[in-house]
């Protein structure tokens, strides 16, 4: 996947990339990627958690615009399951 | 088919879900990537505003429309290919077809991988400019599929990203 996302990003396109295991981001290098370490399958989380998978793709589409250099790895430290997860606000970026 | 590679694409099956379930047998298979990829990191900065971007999302997770060639399961190396999914696709004419790993779950709530209605409801209330064609790929490639991936398909899918307008790709693995 960060083999795509260095393609796209070499066309002119800004990515971020959301994985599951640290390792293959830090030897893929994409362009932005974001790590939670969570169930395979489940890059966004649990079924039917719309505010979990919405609060994922907020913080994603965030690190479009504050990430200072290439091939950063962020980790929001976010707990699979026990975390209370609020629909995000604030997409003015 | 030859038994050979029935063996190698049974025994390829099952390291995809025993990677599944045990994450240092995937850090070791990170490696695979080393040699094929260069040290610079390309980097492209969003000049404008969400609310102004054209977004496109793209998955290995083996997403496809119904109507679509499946990913080939066949191959034990996998297959580079990727679908073209247009952004107004409705849930049911989507399917994930990908055999190394467990995709029950998004079976039931494809946008916990592939969220194509979140992105449109992001658009609809104005957070995001617009919604581009969409791109499902399968991971779990292997060379010689890997190398025809980054020098063919994956450039082939930017190109059309780029030709449509595309700012930004959000990117999630399956």
Known sequence: MGLIARAAEAAGIATVSIVGLREIAERVRPPRTVHLKWPFGHPLGEPGNAAQQLSVIHYALEKLYTAEEP??????????????????EGWDF | MSDFDGLRQNLSRMFGQVLSHVPALAQ?????????????VPFTRLQKPLREVRIALATTG?????????????????????????SATPREDLMITHDYYD??????????LFPL????????????????????????????????????????????????????????PG
């Open chain 1, 71 to 88: 091939g950063l790895i962020f980790e929001p430290d976010w707990r699979w399951r026990r975390e209370r997860y609020a629909l995000p």
């Open chain 2, 28 to 40: 070791t298979w990170g490696r695979t990537f080393e040699s094929v990829i260069s040290e610079e």
């Open chain 2, 62 to 86: 083996g997403v496809h429309l119904r109507s679509q060639t499946p990913f080939d399961m066949a191959d034990s190396r996998g297959d580079a290919t990727f679908r073209s999914i247009p």
């Open chain 2, 103 to 112: 995709h029950t779950n998004a079976d039931r709530d494809l946008n916990l």
């Open chain 2, 117 to 172: 209605e979140h992105l449109r409801d992001l658009v609809a209330a104005g957070h995001i400019g617009s919604l581009g064609t969409c791109y499902g790929f399968m991971g779990h490639i292997e060379p010689p599929h890997l190398e025809a991936l980054i020098n063919e398909t994956a450039p082939e899918a930017a190109r059309l990203m780029r030709e449509e307008g595309v700012d930004a790709l959000l990117l999630t």
